[in-house]
């Protein structure tokens, strides 16, 4: 009976010694020592002017996410981060079309340069987010 029990006993300490192993983290390295961060659409930064509200709103969200995580830091700058996390909103399509006109000082103030332009967008209609490495030459990897 002693040795039955020993056994069960045994079983049940190497079961928890195995479920433990298992759960280590299993994130890579980068997200785990990165402190700095930047939050771009996949389209562009929230500064280009070709970038659609949603994905200028998605860019915000996150940052008030993690902002609000205390996790990492939000750098204003691009090649201040280690990590850049990529966002659009989901969509199906969308489009966007704008125009102007412009005078010179050549023409005496009339206007003489006209300019349209139209962009469209199609997509999937889920949500993304990616996170990837900032590499030093500027371009992204990932998504890790």
């Not at 002693?2 to 928890?16: D, E, H, Q, Y």
């Not at 479920?19 to 500064?47: C, M, R, W």
């Given at each position: 009976?002693?040795t039955l ?15 433990a192993a ?12 990165s402190h700095?961060v930047?939050?771009?659409a996949l389209?562009?930064?929230?500064f280009?002017?070709?970038l ?8 915000a969200?996150?940052q ?5 995580w205390?996790r990492?830091?939000?750098?204003v700058k ?5 990590l ?14 704008g125009?102007?006109v412009?005078g010179?000082?050549?023409s005496?103030?009339r ?8 962009s469209?967008?199609l997509?999937g209609?889920?949500d ?9 030459d500027g ?6």
């Amino acid at each position: 009976m002693r040795t039955l029990l020993l056994g069960i006993t045994l079983l049940s300490f190497g079961f928890v010694v195995a479920q433990a192993a298992k759960s280590k983290d299993t994130l890579p390295p980068i997200l785990l020592n990165s402190h700095f961060v930047y939050v771009e659409a996949l389209d562009g930064d929230q500064f280009d002017p070709h970038l659609i509200v949603e994905d200028r709103q998605a860019i915000a969200d996150v940052q008030t996410a993690i902002l609000n995580w205390k996790r990492y830091v939000v750098t204003v700058k691009r090649k201040d981060a280690e990590l850049i996390f990529v966002v659009r909103k989901g969509r199906i399509a969308s489009a966007q079309v704008g125009g102007g006109v412009g005078g010179g000082s050549e023409s005496g103030g009339r206007p003489d340069v006209f300019h349209a332009g139209a962009s469209a967008d199609l997509g999937g209609p889920d949500d993304l987010l990616e996170v990837c490495i900032l590499n030093p030459d500027g371009s992204r990897t990932g998504p890790v």
